[in-house]
């Protein structure tokens, strides 16, 4: 098996600004990303923060798995740029740090004059376990090959989430379709529907979700 592919994430802090850049084996930021010093204090007051700069986002979080006994910085970077014709076009990634670590790299660039210091982000983590408790949907889901890709690609795709232990996924009312509930180390997540639209034309039907 090979390497997990890791980003290294580059970092400068100066004044009241501290701006980053990833790099990876298959990808590097189009730009850099400046956040202020008062937004990572309100990340580390509200344990969530969301930030802009030019047409590019970062929505991050602190968050302690069961798995894990110190707070986790979660950035989750939307590079976007103009294609043209009022069009966006761009990359998504999310990256992991411990949160100790990210605040010694900023403190020690300021201690540098400014200057560039690196930091590998984290392993990934692992996914929650779901877990079906449908009496019925399932089965019909199961019995129908196309219809049972749709959901393996959804649930792949958008349950995901890292810091969940677990995804409990139950019969919903509408056919095909489900409810979930989202379990955390601190108790209950998100909870919602799993639902089948567009079932007129099962060959177009797709899944979303309803929280």
Known sequence: MGQEKRTMLKLSASGEC???RTVSR???SPHRFVLLEKELEELEGKRYAL?????SFAKMSLERTDEEEND?????????GDAGEGKLSGTEETLRFPWD????????????GGAAVKLLA????RLPKVEFHSREHLKEVAEMPALRKKLGKFL???????GSIRIMVYD???PYSFFFREERACGTGLCGGIILHGQEDMKKAHYGIHT
């Open 172 to 174: 919903d009312f509408v």
């Open 122 to 125: 984290m392993k990934g983590a």
């Open 156 to 162: 792949a795709n958008h349950l995901a989430w890292r």
């Open 101 to 112: 670590a990210f605040r010694e790299k900023v403190a020690e660039s300021r201690s540098l």
């Open 72 to 80: 986790v910085l979660i950035i989750k970077f939307a590079w976007l």
């Open 51 to 55: 930030s802009m700069d030019i047409r």
């Open 26 to 28: 298959g990808f590097r």
């Open 18 to 20: 501290v701006s980053m």
